[in-house]
């Protein structure tokens, strides 16, 4: 029997469709559900990829008895918190608080005014570790709510008021300068693990966002540690078993501190993220490793996530069913015995392959396999003959059983996809690439956004789901719809980005500039949700703002600069003090501080040095330059689809660059050469 989840679009909350537990998505009925019936709500919130959220599920939910107690007592709502990333980082904020940590899955129970008062992540079946069983916390929180009523709403109320007094204040801060970006690469200094690469210790997360600063550090300062500790990052994970050594792609995180074991499951944010890093690394430095990872993220991210529909399903499982055991485990799909790879490839290559991919006897995983990785001491191995043995062992690891793959498109991750793939088709000559991220693009003009340019956060099977989109959403999209404007030449992908951050000024914005994730006539949460911090992906606030810089830069528009100027005030705060955590704010900045640079490619498009021109232009290292190419654009709007492309005249009928920034042009040119030297070096 299905519960009331059966015809929900998130596979999330699909998997809990059959439970005996009585179901509700998050909604208003629920909560009214709850105050008819007087009894509190168990809320929990995970994600379709999340190991820890399946092991709760197969323990608790779908238990008769725990099942049982949990209707009778409890109404129960499971939210994805993909799906609604608001009210995940609502309540994450309170378990936070008021745990000092927190992660999924999580369990909040609430009063029907969707007050908080009792907080947890994993609950196990028995007592384990010093954490009380599931049932015990069930049967706990149902004695207070009966036997101490006042208590409880006393206790909710006032967690209620001190998240309400966590208000941000950073609009008046300003905007960061050279000094702030450089206290922020100190700070990162401090940190960086020059043994290993990255950042801290384990867990280890990569840094996509803070290696995109210290590349754009580099181009605007020609500081060479900051490319450093860039490049050797980026070396350490694409050796490590982070990195899928044969099918592309990077996994969640490192549980070392060395890159080798992760943790399996593999997002589009990180991929889309760490595609454009190495792409954009190989652009800085003509590293072949850097070209060779960027292509292969890229060609998994088309291969394993892109959905029927042309965009790009959310994750893969970390989850698979062991082929030898016929129990699902993390890892089972990616990970090897000697005598595995023997068995696929014969004594021989399965011994070159063994000491290529360090692959021991021990093993460097569970149960004596291990995780492929590319030891620095490892044989030099002929180019040819390892990918030949990469193909077959490829093959042979396409007939285990897959990990399941979450279907549904996330419109902020799929802007991050659209970016990293358009550029990359550009870089490599590659325009299959560039078609993928088109059809992207398409497809969430189509199915995610309605007549006002209003986005929904998710579709499934293109069916646009019920969620409004978030912040993160208009930033991300419309930084997606930008690089693909860059690329192709293509006006229209210009205008759609203009809709998009005029709605971030109209329906996010505060009064002193900051922003908020939700928009003003959103859903109203016990608190309106506002968090400028970058972890895994962007955050809306910092998304919205490089997005609202690049867009003024195209048109000339002083309103939408002077917004991303405030929102920037968030790394004047923070840049200095925790630099990891506001990266894409800070790549921002240095896109702010750099101008950022206007490029205009001006010619006729059969004209083949017309191509080699924009091609330089998009190799340009300047921080956060805009390009657009195409004819040129005549007073009367007529000609080119860009702004930038405005009464731009061919010198000698040739196609010519012009390149400007902070309201001064550099001599219009003809020569690539001379464009490259004018948008920072650039190799071949």
Same mark, same amino acid.
């Given at each position: 029997?299905?519960?009331?989840?059966?015809?929900?679009?998130?596979?999330?909350?699909?998997?809990?469709?059959?439970? !005996?537990?009585?179901?509700?998505?998050?909604?208003?009925?629920?909560?009214?559900?709850?105050?008819?019936?007087?009894?509190?709500?168990?809320?929990?919130? +995970?994600?379709?990829?999340?190991?820890?959220?399946?092991?709760?599920?197969?323990?608790?939910?779908?238990?008769?008895?725990?099942?049982?107690?949990?209707? @009778?007592?409890?109404?129960?709502?499971?939210?994805?918190?993909?799906?609604?990333?608001?009210?995940?980082?609502?309540?994450?904020?309170?378990?936070?608080?008021?745990?000092?940590?927190?992660?999924?899955?999580?369990?909040?129970?609430?009063?029907? /005014?969707?007050?908080?008062?009792?907080?947890?992540?994993?609950?196990?079946?028995?007592?384990?570790?010093?954490?009380?069983?599931?049932?015990?916390?069930?049967?706990?929180?149902?004695?207070?709510?009966? +036997?101490?009523?006042?208590?409880?709403?006393?206790?909710?109320?006032?967690?209620?008021?001190?998240?309400?007094?966590?208000?941000?204040?950073? =609009?008046?801060?300003?905007?960061?300068?050279?000094?702030?970006?450089?206290?922020?690469?100190?700070?990162?200094?401090?940190?960086?693990?020059?043994?290993?690469?990255?950042? %801290?210790?384990?867990?280890?997360?990569?840094?996509?966002?803070?290696?995109?600063?210290?590349?754009?550090?580099?181009?605007?300062?020609?500081?060479?540690?900051?490319?450093?500790?860039?490049?050797?990052? &980026?070396? #350490?994970?694409?050796?490590?078993?982070?990195?899928?050594?044969?099918?592309?792609?990077?996994?969640?995180?490192?549980?070392?501190?060395?890159?080798?074991?992760?943790?399996?499951?593999?997002?589009?944010?990180?991929?889309?993220?760490?595609?454009?890093?190495?792409?954009?690394?190989?652009?800085?430095?003509?590293?072949?490793?850097?070209?060779?990872?960027?292509?292969?993220?890229?060609?998994?991210?088309?291969?394993?996530?892109?959905?029927?529909?042309?965009?790009?399903?959310?994750?893969?499982?970390?989850?698979?069913?062991? !082929?030898?055991?016929?129990?699902?485990?993390?890892?089972?799909?990616?990970?090897?015995?000697?005598?595995?790879?023997? @068995?696929?490839?014969?004594?021989?290559?399965?011994?070159?392959?063994?000491?290529?991919?360090?692959?021991?006897?021990?093993?460097?995983?569970?149960?004596?396999?291990?995780?492929?990785?590319?030891?620095?001491?490892?044989?030099?191995?002929?180019?040819?003959?390892?990918?030949?043995?990469?193909?077959?062992?490829?093959?042979?690891?396409?007939?285990?059983?897959?990990?399941?793959? /979450?279907?549904?498109?996330?419109?902020?991750?799929?802007?991050?996809?659209?970016?990293?793939?358009?550029?990359? =088709?550009?870089?490599?000559?590659?325009?299959?690439?560039?078609?993928?991220?088109?059809?992207?693009? /398409?497809?969430?003009?189509?199915?995610?956004?309605?007549?006002?340019?209003?986005?929904?956060?998710?579709?499934?099977?293109?069916?646009?789901?019920?969620?409004?989109?978030?912040?993160?959403?208009? =930033?991300?999209?419309? @930084?997606?719809?930008?690089?693909?404007?860059?690329?192709? +030449?293509?006006?229209?992908?210009?205008?759609?980005? %203009?809709?998009?951050?005029?709605?971030?000024?109209?329906?996010?914005?505060?009064?002193?500039?900051?922003?908020?994730?939700?928009?003003?006539?959103?859903?109203?949460?016990?608190?309106?949700?506002?968090?400028?911090?970058?972890?895994?992906?962007?955050?809306?606030?910092? #998304? #919205?703002?490089?997005?609202?810089?690049?867009?003024?830069?195209?048109? %000339?528009?002083?309103?939408?600069?002077?917004?991303?100027?405030?929102?920037? +005030?968030?790394?004047?705060?923070?840049?200095?003090?925790?630099?990891?955590?506001?990266?894409?704010?800070?790549?921002?900045?240095?896109?702010?501080?750099? =101008?950022?640079?206007?490029?205009?490619?001006?010619?006729?498009?059969?004209?083949?040095?017309?191509?080699?021109?924009?091609?330089?232009?998009?190799?340009?290292?300047?921080?956060?330059?805009?390009?657009?190419?195409?004819?040129?654009?005549?007073?009367?709007?007529?000609?080119?689809?860009?702004?930038?492309?405005?009464?731009?005249?061919?010198?000698?009928?040739?196609?010519?660059?012009?390149? &400007?920034?902070?309201?001064?042009?550099?001599?219009?040119?003809?020569?690539?050469?001379?464009?490259?030297?004018?948008?920072?070096?650039?190799?071949?």
């Amino acid at each position: 029997m299905s519960n009331r989840l059966a015809n929900e679009t998130s596979p999330y909350l699909l998997q809990h469709a059959d439970n !005996p537990v009585d179901w509700w998505p998050w909604s208003p009925e629920a909560f009214a559900e709850a105050r008819e019936r007087g009894v509190p709500v168990m809320l929990s919130v +995970g994600y379709s990829s999340c190991h820890w959220c399946h092991v709760m599920a197969h323990e608790s939910f779908e238990d008769e008895l725990a099942a049982a107690y949990m209707n @009778e007592h409890f109404v129960n709502i499971k939210v994805d918190r993909e799906e609604r990333p608001d009210v995940d980082a609502v309540y994450m904020e309170a378990v936070q608080a008021a745990t000092g940590q927190g992660g999924w899955p999580m369990t909040v129970f609430l009063t029907p /005014d969707a007050e908080p008062f009792y907080f947890g992540t994993y609950f196990p079946p028995e007592p384990r570790h010093g954490m009380p069983s599931f049932m015990q916390v069930l049967e706990g929180v149902r004695t207070a709510w009966v +036997g101490r009523p006042e208590e409880v709403t006393e206790v909710a109320q006032r967690i209620v008021r001190d998240l309400a007094g966590r208000q941000l204040d950073y =609009g008046k801060a300003g905007a960061p300068g050279a000094e702030e970006l450089a206290q922020a690469l100190l700070g990162l200094t401090r940190e960086y693990d020059a043994v290993r690469g990255g950042f %801290g210790g384990a867990p280890k997360f990569p840094p996509s966002m803070v290696l995109e600063f210290l590349l754009r550090h580099h181009a605007r300062t020609g500081g060479e540690g900051a490319l450093q500790m860039a490049a050797d990052t &980026c070396e #350490a994970m694409a050796r490590g078993g982070i990195y899928d050594q044969l099918g592309g792609g990077f996994a969640r995180y490192s549980v070392d501190r060395e890159w080798v074991v992760p943790h399996f499951e593999k997002m589009l944010y990180d991929n889309a993220l760490l595609c454009r890093v190495y792409a954009h690394l190989w652009r800085a430095t003509g590293s072949d490793l850097a070209r060779r990872v960027a292509l292969e993220t890229a060609d998994f991210m088309v291969r394993e996530l892109r959905t029927a529909e042309g965009g790009f399903a959310s994750a893969l499982d970390a989850d698979s069913e062991d !082929p030898l055991t016929g129990k699902h485990a993390e890892g089972a799909y990616y990970a090897w015995t000697p005598a595995q790879l023997a @068995e696929v490839l014969g004594e021989d290559d399965g011994a070159l392959a063994a000491a290529y991919f360090g692959v021991t006897q021990e093993g460097t995983f569970e149960h004596g396999a291990s995780v492929l990785q590319l030891p620095q001491d490892g044989p030099v191995v002929d180019a040819g003959m390892i990918a030949g043995i990469r193909e077959r062992l490829l093959a042979a690891r396409a007939g285990r059983p897959a990990p399941g793959r /979450d279907d549904k498109v996330v419109a902020a991750w799929n802007g991050l996809a659209i970016a990293a793939l358009a550029e990359c =088709g550009a870089y490599f000559d590659r325009p299959d690439l560039v078609e993928r991220a088109t059809e992207a693009a /398409d497809l969430l003009v189509r199915v995610h956004m309605d007549g006002r340019a209003r986005l929904a956060r998710t579709s499934k099977g293109g069916r646009v789901g019920a969620n409004a989109g978030v912040l993160e959403d208009y =930033g991300d999209v419309a @930084e997606g719809f930008l690089a693909l404007a860059a690329v192709t +030449g293509e006006g229209v992908w210009l205008e759609f980005a %203009g809709f998009l951050v005029d709605l971030v000024l109209d329906r996010f914005t505060a009064e002193d500039g900051s922003l908020y994730d939700t928009a003003h006539d959103a859903e109203q949460l016990i608190r309106r949700p506002q968090d400028p911090t970058d972890t895994a992906a962007p955050s809306g606030w910092t #998304a #919205a703002a490089g997005a609202l810089l690049s867009y003024a830069a195209h048109t %000339g528009s002083q309103a939408h600069r002077t917004a991303a100027e405030r929102a920037l +005030g968030v790394v004047h705060a923070l840049g200095p003090r925790v630099p990891r955590y506001i990266g894409h704010g800070l790549a921002v900045a240095e896109a702010l501080l750099d =101008g950022p640079r206007e490029v205009a490619v001006v010619g006729h498009p059969e004209d083949p040095a017309l191509a080699g021109l924009h091609r330089t232009a998009l190799l340009g290292t300047a921080p956060g330059a805009v390009v657009a190419v195409g004819l040129p654009r005549a007073a009367d709007g007529s000609g080119g689809e860009f702004p930038l492309l405005a009464e731009r005249t061919l010198v000698h009928d040739l196609p010519t660059a012009y390149v &400007c920034r902070h309201f001064v042009c550099a001599r219009p040119t003809t020569d690539p050469v001379e464009l490259a030297e004018q948008l920072g070096a650039v190799h071949p």
